[in-house]
């Protein structure tokens, strides 16, 4: 809570979290910790059976720069792509826009403002519907 608090919630003007919110109890938390200290974080929420949203991804101001953020989401898509989801979305603040283009995220919304940020909606395609449709099929009928 303390990484998202400083890195999410402080600058959007936020209410602070201390505890996890009970709507988050069946999204998949990942961290990446240094030491004791949880480091990144990103919540991957399902929407429906081919997307799904990656939500509170953060990394900590001193460990930004490092390769953590990109690792983050590479492993986050893997594992959202072993569920078997299509797309994965996310919506970013305009100072991350930059980064999630780079790594291949394609803005999907205009800018809107949510409290004292500029965000954007990105989405980026993982895997192919046919993939999908494929080992379905080689699995009924191999």
Same mark, same amino acid.
């Given at each position: 809570?303390?990484?998202?608090?400083?890195?999410?919630?402080?600058?959007? !003007?936020?209410?602070?979290?201390?505890? =996890?919110?009970?709507?988050?109890?069946?999204?998949?938390?990942?961290?990446?910790?240094?030491?004791?200290?949880?480091? !990144?974080?990103?919540?991957?929420?399902?929407?429906?059976?081919?997307?799904?949203?990656? +939500?509170?991804? =953060?990394?900590?101001?001193?460990?930004?720069?490092? !390769?953590? !953020?990109?690792?983050?989401?590479? #492993?986050?898509?893997?594992? =959202?792509?072993?569920?078997?989801?299509?797309?994965?979305?996310?919506?970013?603040?305009?100072?991350?826009?930059?980064? #999630?283009?780079?790594?291949? #995220?394609? =803005?999907?919304?205009?800018? #809107?403002?949510?409290?004292?940020?500029?965000?954007?909606?990105?989405?980026? +395609?993982?895997?192919?519907?046919?993939?999908?449709?494929?080992?379905?099929?080689? +699995?009924?009928?191999?």
């Amino acid at each position: 809570m303390t990484l998202r608090n400083n890195e999410l919630k402080l600058s959007s !003007g936020k209410q602070l979290l201390f505890q =996890a919110p009970r709507e988050e109890k069946n999204d998949l938390h990942l961290v990446v910790k240094r030491g004791n200290r949880v480091v !990144g974080t990103l919540l991957l929420h399902p929407i429906s059976n081919e997307c799904a949203q990656f +939500k509170q991804v =953060a990394v900590d101001t001193h460990f930004q720069g490092e !390769g953590l !953020g990109k690792n983050l989401l590479i #492993y986050a898509e893997q594992i =959202a792509r072993s569920f078997g989801f299509c797309f994965v979305f996310l919506t970013g603040r305009k100072q991350a826009w930059g980064f #999630y283009e780079k790594l291949g #995220y394609q =803005a999907i919304s205009d800018d #809107y403002e949510e409290g004292k940020l500029v965000m954007r909606i990105y989405k980026k +395609k993982i895997r192919s519907s046919l993939e999908q449709t494929e080992k379905k099929e080689m +699995k009924t009928n191999g």
